[in-house]
């Protein structure tokens, strides 16, 4: 019996996909109208993506066969819903994280914020969350993990091993024996190990997830340091370490729009079906999401700091005065590896400054308080404008001086395909084409006159159970394709409620980052606990609070300074109704 559950578990996504579109199958059948063929492509989509039996992509291009096939959309209509300005934000976003990636640009930042901040466990983790988030605002938040995990492996390691050298130092001086030039030896041996088993491919840690719920145990690599920490501290301060990343990671990419790819299907979807909606653009919503950050990523500090390295929060406040010799001596390998990188190179200078003027621009295209320059070309420039415009440079300064036999630019094409994410490219693009089929086939207003009967709550309790939900289901499916499920349903049930559509969005869309309790919930999750520093109780219990702490914050922030932001507590007129009669016969 068991070897037949083996054998029927190992054939799991072709059973799923046999029966699933079968048993859904008299749905469009029996009922024959729209409303019932586009559900069908709905709940169709969405067991696919949540149990992942197709690749992600390949269940987005699901709406382009099936809806021409019901009658729903045209071929040639579904086809213009995959290519939107999202694509061209990307390209440009993929651009610059391409440079950075290439010239090492986010290592010196990175080493350069430890430096600053010191190796104290407490403050070493606060330092490399903000680095981390930082680089996440702007980078997707699986490259920042990516990156970012194997430096801070390399330095717990390197704390560490401090430590060792500190105390084996001792007790040989106590005996006569002193060898320090070896003992560094050895620690550089460990850290170059290290690094070699940790430089780990973003697509070896996606089937590493997929692995993972056959059998964790399988799943979990051989790190240097399972079962040979030297103290319980040092375990403690690595799962400490590791689970800041993956969440820093996460909680970096709400501040900005290019930030998660949640934010940019967010921002498409607000400009697709509200076009009169001028206040989604990337300067409120840095406003407004940048004290969200801040709040959220100092809570998780501390309530990472109380779970894993107890609750003298002086000692780390207060650690310049008094460093432990093993904080000096990491302290100063730190500092080591930071003066190897040399000077800032001229094409980290060039990727820094395009990055810079990248972010200003997108500040004063439409700031909303004053005109911004995007009033010369109006209805017109956008914030891909920008992107696209400073992506493209990348193609064209050179790296190093040219000469008669050979250019260099600071990015090939070669460079830009290995980093583009062309799997968001086809899921975004999916999820337009269903939220426009759902509109379309009259979906989405029988889906908000089913749920009429919330209009009874209050709407912030109505807010409160919609972030819930997407909260507890993005665990289990991806962010992408959890907002995109959401958004068309939720969009008709506010203008039904005549409650500003913004209003219960924006707070959705935010809480579909919270995927924090397991490992298999987001990309960042499944890198850091690739490492095999954590289990997964640690990451259920660590992630349980910060997603109430998370979205606690949220419900804050939309309910004082998201007011004014954005208006939210008017109904506004780009807000258009649609026809809530029940024509379906369900």
Request: hydrophobic share 50%; with cysteine; aromatic share 10%.
């Amino acid at each position: 019996m068991r070897a037949f559950a083996a054998g029927l578990w190992s054939y799991r996504n072709l059973l799923i996909i046999i029966l699933t579109p079968l048993l859904m199958l008299p749905l469009p059948l029996i009922i024959q109208t729209q409303v019932a063929q586009c559900a069908f492509t709905l709940v169709l989509m969405a067991v696919f993506w949540m149990m992942e039996a197709l690749p992600l992509s390949i269940t987005a291009l699901i709406p382009a066969l099936v809806f021409p096939l019901f009658g729903i959309m045209k071929s040639s209509v579904v086809a213009t819903l995959y290519f939107k300005d999202f694509h061209l934000l990307l390209l440009g976003v993929i651009c610059l994280a391409t440079s950075i990636e290439k010239w090492g640009l986010h290592r010196r930042i990175a080493l350069k914020l430890v430096i600053l901040v010191g190796v104290n466990p407490g403050m070493l983790m606060l330092g490399l969350m903000t680095g981390c988030a930082f680089l996440s605002m702007w980078l997707s938040n699986t490259s920042t993990a990516a990156m970012v995990m194997p430096i801070v492996e390399a330095l717990m390691q390197q704390v560490m091993s401090a430590e060792g050298q500190v105390s084996s130092q001792q007790e040989k001086a106590s005996s006569g024996i002193c060898n320090p030039a070896l003992q560094l030896e050895d620690g550089e041996l460990l850290s170059r190990h290290t690094l070699s088993c940790c430089n780990f491919t973003l697509t070896s840690v996606l089937n590493l997830s997929k692995l993972f719920l056959l059998s964790v145990h399988q799943a979990l690599p051989s790190s240097p340091l399972n079962s040979k920490y030297r103290t319980h501290r040092d375990h403690m301060m690595c799962k400490s370490l590791s689970l800041c990343i993956a969440y820093s990671a996460s909680i970096g990419g709400l501040t900005t729009l290019p930030g998660t790819s949640s934010n940019l299907i967010f921002a498409e979807y607000i400009h697709q079906f509200y076009p009169e909606c001028k206040s989604i653009n990337f300067g409120n919503w840095f406003v407004f999401s940048l004290p969200i950050c801040i709040i959220v990523l100092l809570s998780a500090w501390i309530w990472l700091h109380w779970l894993f390295l107890g609750s003298d929060f002086r000692s780390s406040l207060c650690s310049r005065g008094h460093r432990s010799e093993r904080e000096k001596a990491a302290a100063k390998v730190i500092k080591d590896q930071y003066e190897a990188l040399g000077p800032m190179s001229q094409q980290e200078m060039i990727t820094l400054a395009i990055f810079l003027l990248m972010a200003v621009l997108w500040f004063v295209r439409d700031p909303g308080f004053m005109p911004g320059w995007a009033s010369l070309f109006p209805d017109y420039a956008t914030d891909a404008t920008v992107a696209l415009m400073l992506g493209i440079l990348f193609f064209i300064i050179p790296a190093r001086r040219p000469t008669a036999d050979h250019y260099e630019a600071l990015i090939t094409w070669k460079e830009f395909q290995a980093c583009m994410p062309w799997e968001i490219c086809l899921l975004v693009g999916g999820g337009f084409a269903l939220a426009e089929g759902t509109k379309v086939s009259g979906l989405s207003s029988w889906v908000a006159e089913l749920m009429s009967p919330l209009g009874n709550l209050p709407v912030l309790g109505i807010i409160t159970i919609a972030c819930i939900i997407v909260t507890s289901i993005t665990e289990v499916a991806s962010n992408p394709a959890t907002i995109t499920i959401f958004l068309p349903i939720l969009s008709p049930l506010a203008e039904a409620m005549k409650v500003n559509p913004l209003y219960m969005l924006i707070p959705t869309t935010l809480s579909v980052s919270f995927s924090f309790l397991l490992p298999i919930s987001n990309p960042p999750n499944a890198i850091v606990f690739a490492y095999g520093h954590l289990s997964i109780m640690d990451m259920v219990k660590a992630g349980l609070g910060l997603n109430v702490i998370g979205v606690l914050t949220v419900l804050l922030a939309v309910s004082t300074w998201g007011m004014p932001i954005f208006n939210l507590n008017t109904y506004p007129d780009w807000a258009s109704s649609h026809g809530l009669t029940n024509t379906t016969g369900i």
